[in-house]
């Protein structure tokens, strides 16, 4: 028996997966980049505390509300054409948020960089799809689509650190111009074409009822990490899990529904989708108190508390690029459980933090987690849009940013929330007698708040009051990494569970190679019982599935 041979990406797909990569990478920083600027902004625009944390929240808000929107679009009018609109979008508002003059101004430009940025991650990835076609080759390009982020997360920090001690806060914004002309120009040279060309019309209300259903819920959730339990937060939970209700009802009306919810069917498609979602959970909630305990416990400024993250970023970037050479030998599944695992033990040395002595057992403990994190983002990754059929790739990629944005949000809110509670519980036990009224109220809200009470009392006395907060901080990050190392023990019992019999990419064209090699038809055969389990009337879609040749 002779093995079909899969087209091999060359030169031209890598150097285009390279160009991919540096868009994704500038898509995080922008998500991370803007917290070091926050005091230049407030001392130049002056704006209210409500609308510095609008300034702060609306472009990831509106990157969670349109991910899906975008993605199905990118599948109507082709994925490149996306992209690259989305690209020229980035830059031009990146222009005007850098030179903004007022707080509205400021964050009408923020909504409209998040609605740019959310052509950007569901575009990448299912290109990636279309350019790499060899499961091993595709498996090593999403672990460098995987890298970038990481990357994204740790460079954010430092270079923007470096651009606010010689220039002025909108600098910041202007590292998008050069990455977005280098996409404009080589993007359509490098990056191929694809879309679906029996596709329908966008239905309108579909993506207005996924855009208010996302919003609601994720801005239910931050309030409620922010604020704690109300009626408001709680309201828009319920509000937009019943407008995702709607929405949902609408998708199985329609002939040409904006998400195909038959993917659900498919094992590979909806487990996947489950890991991915709980693996960030973990990701996002640990990550929020180590930020926090290198400035605020520690005492590091921004700059070096971004280096010192550094580790933890090349340790994800290390572990992705591992996850294909190891899913080749081992069974992906067993691959997730283990990662999760390894998580798991990082995040119990976690556990270990204690006092403003900490900085080894977080980088340590960081370190630990991203190793065994890296591995499971990439292969759930892969599976999710894998188990799509070729003309619903960046619908199923929205799907999958989605499901990031709201385990995001999720673990901040329910990590966030456990941490605060213990923190004022602590802080409400040990506050020492003779802070004033109005400053304990301060010093009971937040870490920040008691440092800044603490530096306005009589020595001895914020001395006290300040090694009371931060070991009621501390006692709060060790129980949240608690119950996220106890979650990571279960998440890895359920990869392991419920993808078991699938198979990734890269195994099932080990195996078929196996068969070819030895020539026995029922080995190759083998290599199908892993492929995600997809429904019949795809089949003949994906022969209507063309590439569409480039301009």
């Known amino acids: ?34 917290h070091l600027a926050v005091p230049s902004i407030s001392r130049d625009l002056k704006p209210s505390s409500a609308q ?22 990118g599948d109507r009018i082709g994925r490149r054409k996306l992209l690259l609109i989305g690209a020229a979008a980035f830059g031009a508002v990146s222009l005007l948020a850098a030179f903004s003059t007022s707080p509205e101004m400021l ?33 090593v390009a999403i672990a460098v689509w995987i890298s970038a982020f990481s990357a994204g997360s740790a460079i954010g920090p430092v270079l923007g650190g470096i651009l606010l001690e010689h220039f002025w806060w909108g ?23 694809y879309r679906d060309p029996d596709a329908g019309r966008l239905d309108i209300l579909s993506a207005i009822l996924s855009l208010v259903a996302v919003l609601a819920v994720i801005f239910g959730l931050k309030q409620i990490a922010q604020d704690g339990i109300g009626p408001v ?4 939970i319920v509000g937009g899990l019943a407008v995702g209700a709607a929405f949902v009802r609408r998708q199985f009306a329609l002939a040409d529904p904006m998400i195909d919810l038959r993917l659900f069917r498919s094992r590979a498609f909806s487990a996947s989708l489950a890991v991915n979602f709980l693996t960030i959970f973990v990701a996002v909630g640990y990550f929020l108190f180590v930020a926090q305990y290198l400035q605020l416990v520690i005492g590091l400024s921004p700059l070096h508390a971004g280096l010192w993250s550094v580790p933890s970023a090349v340790a994800f970037i290390v572990g992705s690029q591992l996850a294909p050479r190891i899913v080749r030998r081992v069974r992906a599944a067993y691959v997730m459980g283990a990662g999760l695992a390894v998580a798991a033990i990082g995040l119990g040395v976690l556990t270990q933090v204690g006092g403003s002595d900490g900085l080894a057992i977080i980088v340590v403990g960081s370190v630990v987690i991203s190793l065994g994190l890296a591995p499971v983002m990439s292969l759930t990754t892969e599976l999710i849009v894998g188990s799509a059929p070729p003309e619903r790739a960046g619908a199923a990629s929205g799907i999958s940013e989605t499901a990031v944005e709201l385990g995001g949000a999720l673990g901040i809110s329910i990590l966030g929330s456990v941490g605060i509670a213990l923190y004022r519980a602590d802080i409400a036990k040990a506050l020492p007698a003779g802070v004033p009224a109005d400053a ?20 001895q006395l914020g001395t006290v009051l300040l090694e009371t907060a931060r070991d009621a901080f501390v006692h709060g990050m060790q129980v949240a990494a608690t119950i996220s190392a106890g979650l990571a023990v279960f998440v890895a019992i359920l990869a392991v569970v419920m993808l078991r019999s699938v ?41 209507a599935f063309v590439a569409v040749p480039e301009a």
């Not at 028996?1 to 994704?24: D, F, K, N, Q, Y």
């Not at 510095?52 to 929107?69: K, R, S």
């Not at 290109?127 to 498996?139: A, G, N």
């Not at 304990?440 to 020595?459: M, S």
Request: with cysteine.
């Open 107 to 139: 964050i009408l430009s923020r909504a409209l960089l998040g609605i740019a940025g959310a052509t950007l991650a569901p575009s990448t990835l299912s290109l990636i799809f279309s350019m790499f076609k060899d499961p091993r080759q595709r498996s």
């Open 1 to 34: 028996m002779t093995a079909i041979e899969t087209p091999r990406a060359g030169r031209r797909e890598w150097i285009g997966l390279s160009v991919l990569a540096l868009a994704c990478l500038l898509y995080v920083m922008d998500l991370t980049v803007l």
């Open 503 to 543: 198979g990734s990419g890269a195994e099932r064209e080990a195996a078929a190679d196996a068969a070819a090699e030895a020539d026995m038809p029922d080995l190759a055969d083998t290599a199908d019982r892993g492929r995600p389990t997809e429904p019949t009337n795809h089949r003949e879609e994906r022969a």
């Open 440 to 459: 304990a109220v301060v010093a009971r809200d937040t870490l920040g708040g008691a440092i800044g009470v603490a530096g306005q009392l009589p020595g």
């Open 171 to 193: 600098s910041v914004f202007l590292l998008a111009l050069p990455v977005m002309a280098l996409l404009l120009v080589l993007g359509p040279i490098v990056l191929p074409e």
């Open 52 to 73: 510095l944390l609008w300034i702060i929240d609306i472009y990831g808000f509106m990157v969670a509300g349109f991910l899906v929107t975008m993605g199905t679009l």
């Open 233 to 236: 937060p709680v309201l828009s």
